[in-house]
C-alpha cells in the first residue's frame, strides 16, 4: 500500500516546515500551499487522503476554500488549523463540512492523532473506497465517478469520448476486443460511422500518454 498523501495549506513557513518534517517522519507523502489559490490548484491535480487547512490565508480564505472543496467532494478528510481568537471560523468551518479543528499552537501528537482519527473515520465509513471508485493500471488511475484520470499525482485532461473509451479499456484489460465491440461500448448502437474511429481516439489516448493496454 503505498503512503497517504497529505496536502499542507499554510502561509506561515516555519508551521508548515515543521508540519511537513513531522508527517513525512510518520509516513505520510506530503505536499505544501502556501496560499489559498495555490491550494486549490494542487487540491484539483492531485489525489488527497487529508488535508489540513489554515484558516487565516492569502489569496483565498481557508473558510472559502472548504466551501470550495465540499462542493463536489464531501469525502476527502479536512482538519482546520485556527488561531484561538477564530471561534467563528470554527463554527462556520464545522458547518461547511470540515472534518475537524486544532488551535494554534498545538502540540504535534495531537494533531498526528487528530489525522489518525480522521483517516480510520473515512475508511470506517467508505470500506475500500479508494479500491472501489479507482480503476488503476500501473501507474494510471481512473475515477469515473469524478472523471479524473491521474498518472501518479499528474492529472490528464480528456475529453468525454476519450474518458468512456479509457474507462471500457481499462475495464475489458487483458481482453482483445474488437473494434465493432469497443464502438458499440463506447459510441452506442446508433453509431454509423467507421470503426476506425477506436484506432484514431486511441491514438488521441497514446498521444495523452496513456497506453490502452488491450489493443493489440
Ligand atoms: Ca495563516
Do not use: C
Not at 516546515?17 to 509516513?27: A, C, T, Y
Not at 458547518?95 to 483517516?119: C, H, M, V
Not at 468525454?160 to 473509451?165: K, V
Not at 487483458?174 to 476506425?196: C, K
Amino acid at each position: 500500500m503505498s503512503n497517504q498523501r497529505v496536502l499542507i495549506v499554510e502561509d506561515e513557513v516555519k508551521i508548515a516546515r515543521v508540519l511537513q518534517l513531522e508527517l513525512e517522519h510518520e509516513g505520510y507523502e506530503v505536499s505544501k500551499a502556501t496560499d489559498g489559490l495555490e491550494a486549490l490548484a494542487a487540491y484539483r491535480t492531485g489525489a488527497w487522503d487529508l488535508i489540513l487547512l489554515d484558516v487565516m490565508l492569502p489569496g483565498m480564505s481557508g473558510i472559502d476554500l472548504l466551501r470550495r472543496i465540499r462542493a463536489d467532494d464531501l469525502h476527502t478528510p479536512i482538519i482546520l488549523l485556527t488561531a484561538k481568537d477564530e471561534v467563528k471560523d470554527k463554527v462556520s468551518g464545522l458547518d461547511l463540512g470540515a472534518n475537524d479543528y486544532i488551535t494554534k499552537p498545538f502540540q504535534i501528537e495531537e494533531l498526528l492523532a487528530r489525522i489518525r482519527a480522521a483517516l480510520r473515520l473515512r475508511s470506517a465509513r467508505s470500506p475500500l473506497s479508494n479500491e472501489q471508485e479507482w480503476l488503476a493500471v500501473g501507474n494510471l488511475k481512473l475515477n469515473e465517478k469524478t472523471r479524473e484520470v491521474l498518472r501518479e499525482t499528474d492529472r490528464i485532461e480528456l475529453t468525454p469520448r476519450e474518458f468512456d473509451l479509457l474507462v471500457y479499456l481499462m475495464k475489458h484489460q487483458r481482453q482483445v476486443l474488437t473494434r465493432e465491440q469497443i464502438v458499440e461500448a463506447v459510441w452506442g448502437f446508433d453509431y454509423f460511422g467507421d470503426t476506425n474511429v477506436v484506432d484514431v481516439y486511441v491514438r488521441y489516448l497514446r498521444k495523452k500518454s496513456i497506453k490502452a493496454t488491450s489493443q493489440r
